[in-house]
């Protein structure tokens, strides 16, 4: 497998905290893509992020590409009860290949 | 701009059963998916096109699923006799090139009994 974690992880948090959420990855990539998938819908793409940036903004959204630990990170600040939803890593399967394999997610639950 | 839409958004079939599965991605994308959600796990892709021709179909179990989408528009993903092992949720989705960002449909949960 692509991921080293294999198993959907699970979070559960009040409304207002931060969150870290990880991936550590197995073959090297220079692109991580993340998703969050909300009950009932498809992913949608959060953030994508290249080895050149190291970090990546979006919003409350905080993206980080370690390529010598092989691992990447998204944090949330300030999360709302709105955040609640499955959260997935992705990274192509090769080096420039488009066949992004996606990991075993982390589910988040924000108690309002 | 509308999004990509799949039908039917449920399915219930005994094993043996056949069914298909319909997409329609976003206007003007030329790259389709088709992936696999097995429950609590994160998509896997099965096939992908680029207009009417497959670019990757290695992870399409050939003997009992297929894929077309023949004037590089809509598409459809066919289970020739299903399994209980393909109970899961079959998203499809599409991007304006490979290597675009990709938009998911909402998905069609199948239940094989």
Known sequence: SQWGEENLQALSIQEGEDVTMNCSYKTYTTVVQWYRQKSGKGPAQLILIRSNEREKRSGRLRATLDTSSQSSSLSITGTLATDTAVYFCATPLNTGNYKYVFGAGTRLKVIA | ?113
């Open chain 2, 1 to 113: 701009e509308a999004g990509v839409t799949q039908s039917p958004r449920y399915a219930v079939l005994q094993e043996g059963q056949a069914v298909s599965f319909w997409c329609d991605p976003i206007s003007g994308h030329d790259t389709l998916y088709w992936y696999q959600q097995p429950r609590d796990q994160g998509p896997q892709l099965l096939v992908y096109f680029r207009d009417e021709a497959v670019i990757d179909n290695s992870q399409l179990p050939s003997d009992r699923f297929s894929a077309v989408r023949p004037k590089g528009t809509n598409s459809t993903l066919k289970i020739q006799s299903a399994k209980q092992g393909d109970t899961a949720t079959y998203l499809c989705a599409s991007s304006h090139r490979v290597g675009t960002e990709v938009f998911f449909g909402k998905g069609t949960r199948l239940t094989v009994v």
